[in-house]
């Protein structure tokens, strides 16, 4: 895939520096370009106020176009090579692909040292802040509304999977990267680890990439990325949507378990519904049992037994049977918290600590090389 924005960047190098301070905006094919003084403006000089999260390579501000559009900047911290990297993927991913349930992206700049990007505002945050947040930001989801964010969220990864042009892994599949509008319609967002997959690959072996709590074990193990990685935390996701308890905090019975490996616990103990959020009164049972169970399938250890995302889709929006007696073990990787000795040598640097209470440790590691293997 040709990335755009290098084009981008090159046409700014060959420009006057002057010319970009002076609050016009370009556009390209997919992508407008802002200057930093059209953005900083947008947001009454990038406001405290204005804030409405970020954290790991930079802050995400609420901003207010010229034309009254309402737009979300997410701001790169300039000393960070790892978030130019991030910069350049999250542009290139998604500025050529649409979806209902992928947020759009809408320009970005790269002025003197800044690199912004502008997004489609979401007037409801994340999941993470609105199911798992602070109590004041909590905002009671009934069963309906979690069914059409786990369903909108499938069909955005089904997509990204089997129609994007490359197929693209998420990697990052979490509460805090799944928008919502307001209407509680979901959108996938933060594309900087998404890797393009193209149809020839069966598998990539590279640097692990993501948050604790929802990586596949396979991958955070051995660096093997598939798109079962994706299938996995969305599994997670899915066990979060339904108890509105978060996967990153080892919380549950006396032997503080993962929400994953509590859920497996209940289901052998034939109790699975104690899963289910005390704050949703009423809901249909058939159906989320259906939904946990779907989320078991998606976290068992061994990848090629998970559903692919297509699968997962028609699991969740039909009333279809599963047969449980085809699980097979669950998958569960606990991080360098409880892995003291094992990890020490892979995967213990840290990509990011991000500040939002709800949100998990994103971690990076080097252990493997990046390279691409043909079938
Ligand atoms: N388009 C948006 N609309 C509303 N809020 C957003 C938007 N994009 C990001 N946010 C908020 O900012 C947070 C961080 O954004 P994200 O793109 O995930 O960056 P990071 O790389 O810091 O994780 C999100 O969890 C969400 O709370
Ligand atoms: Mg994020």
């Not at 010319?19 to 200057?35: I, K």
Request: proline share 3%.
């Amino acid at each position: 895939m040709s990335c755009r924005c290098f084009g981008l960047f090159d046409w700014f190098k060959g420009n006057d520096s002057q010319d970009q301070t002076q609050g016009q905006e370009f556009a390209t094919d997919n992508v407008r370009l802002f200057s930093y003084n059209s953005l900083r403006s947008a947001t009454s000089g990038f406001h405290p106020s204005n804030r409405i999260g970020g954290g790991g390579f930079g802050v995400v501000y609420r901003g207010v176009l010229r034309d009254d559009t309402q737009v979300a900047i997410k701001t790169l911290s300039a000393e960070s090579k790892q978030g130019s990297r991030e910069f350049v993927t999250e542009i290139d991913m998604i500025s050529n692909i649409r979806h209902p349930n992928l947020v759009e992206l809408i320009g970005c700049c790269v002025d003197d040292k800044h690199r912004i990007l502008v997004y489609e505002y979401l007037e409801n945050n994340s999941l993470a802040s609105v199911l798992l947040g602070s109590r004041s930001k909590y905002i009671a989801l009934d069963w309906s509304k979690r069914a059409a964010i786990c369903i909108g969220t499938a069909s955005g990864i089904a997509f990204l999977h089997y129609e994007a042009v490359p197929r693209i892994v998420h990697r990052d599949i979490k509460a805090s990267n799944i928008l919502l509008d307001g209407n509680f319609h979901p959108k996938i967002g933060d594309f900087g680890l998404a890797k393009l997959f193209p149809d020839n690959v069966t598998h990539l072996s590279t640097r692990v990439a993501g948050t604790v709590g929802y990586l596949a074990p396979e991958y955070a193990h051995l660096g093997q990325l598939t798109k079962k990685a994706d299938v996995y935390s969305f599994g997670v996701l899915i066990l979060e949507i339904v108890s509105g308890r978060s996967s990153s905090k080892a919380a549950f019975g006396v032997e503080l378990m993962l929400l994953v490996e509590w859920t497996w616990k209940l289901r052998e103990e034939e109790r699975l519904l104690e899963i289910v959020d005390p704050e949703l009164s009423e809901y249909p049972e058939d159906e989320v049992i259906r939904f946990i169970k779907v989320g078991l399938f998606c976290t068992q250890a061994a990848a090629h037994q998970r559903p692919t995302m297509k699968q997962v889709l028609e699991m969740l929006s039909k009333d279809v049977q599963l047969n449980e007696k085809q699980l097979t073990e669950a998958g569960v990787y606990r991080g360098y918290r409880r892995m003291s000795s094992e990890s020490s040598s892979s995967l213990n640097t840290k990509r990011k600590q991000s500040v939002d209470p709800s949100s998990s440790t994103n971690i990076v590691s080097s252990h493997s090389i990046t390279e691409m293997l043909p079938r």
